[in-house]
């Protein structure tokens, strides 16, 4: 059970609750649950990133935002080599993501909506360690459709008169619209004479979600710091189909599974 209270205030100056410019920096912690039912592999364990982003709140209402975000490190691999004997190993992953954001603040006295939506890609390099482990590419093009709640708590009035926000609180969730992806395996590394097949993923054939709340303190007028966890999940479908060949000759299809991903973590926020 979240409680989370909201003291009285009068009228809070719209650009204090949603200043013009931000930038903000994001270390982060996560953990990444990524798992294909069908033949039931699993990679999992904790990343580790950095994120920056742009937002800007101005002429017209209009919000416009730009966000880049890496994280890296090594999973746990549980899973099995095409003759089904049981591997158990570590990868190697890194994922890039950018996304740039368009939307419209609807402004009121004590708290601010923001609806949004825009364009995302998101890269995941990850390879298998072992003697039957081999790179994969995976790429994700699609559509954020969101809504933002921020809130204003309590704020400082300098000596001078100048008013800023000290506290404040939001909340962020979204749907993601999938256009595309493609998975790039590289058998290669396994076998050499196999080809390196690429399996497409059609429009619609997934989707993702996002949530997170947030904690906002402002250390000044220019300076804040929050604490935002968060959660993310995508489910893809069964892919089409690829020819494996050998040293050129075809020898059988291949394809990605369908497949779900959990992402845990905490944004420790610096905006200014």
């Known amino acids: 059970i979240w409680v989370l ?28 649950d990524y798992e294909e039912p069908k033949p039931n592999v699993e990679w999992d364990g ?18 416009s935002e730009l966000n880049l975000e890496w994280i890296g490190g090594e999973l746990n691999y549980d899973g099995s080599t095409w003759a ?3 591997v158990e190993t570590d990868t190697d992953d890194s994922i890039l993501q950018v996304r740039g954001l368009i939307g419209y603040d609807i402004k009121k006295e004590t708290y601010a909506i923001t609806l949004f939506t825009g364009f995302g890609f998101r890269y995941w390099r990850d390879d298998i360690e072992g003697e039957s ?20 708590l309590s704020y400082i009035r300098e000596p001078e008169g100048k008013v800023y926000l000290k506290w404040s609180w939001g ?15 590289y058998l290669s ?4 004479g196999l080809n390196d097949p690429e399996n497409d993923q059609d429009p619609f054939d997934g989707y993702g979600l996002r949530f997170s709340l947030w904690v906002k303190r402002n250390i000044n007028k220019n300076v804040a710091f ?23 000759n075809p020898i059988g299809y291949v394809w990605e599974p369908k497949n779900r991903t959990y992402i845990y973590g905490i944004f420790l926020n610096f905006s200014f």
């Open 46 to 63: 904790f990343l580790y990133g950095i994120s920056g982003k742009y937002t800007y709140h101005g002429i017209y209402n209009i919000m």
């Open 226 to 248: 929050s604490i935002e966890p968060f959660v993310r999940y995508w489910w893809v479908a069964k892919s089409e189909s690829a020819t494996l060949t050998y040293y050129g």
């Open 189 to 192: 590394d396994v076998v050499s």
């Open 84 to 86: 089904g004997v049981p």
């Open 133 to 152: 482990g081999y790179k994969r590419i995976v790429r994700y093009w699609y559509s954020p459709i969101g809504i933002r709640l921020t809130v204003p």
């Open 5 to 32: 209270p909201v003291f009285s205030v009068k009228a809070f100056d719209n650009n204090l609750i949603l200043p013009t410019h931000t930038f903000e920096i994001k270390p982060e912690i996560v953990y990444m």
């Open 171 to 185: 909340i962020n969730a979204e749907y993601d619209i999938f256009w595309k992806g493609e998975v790039k395996s």
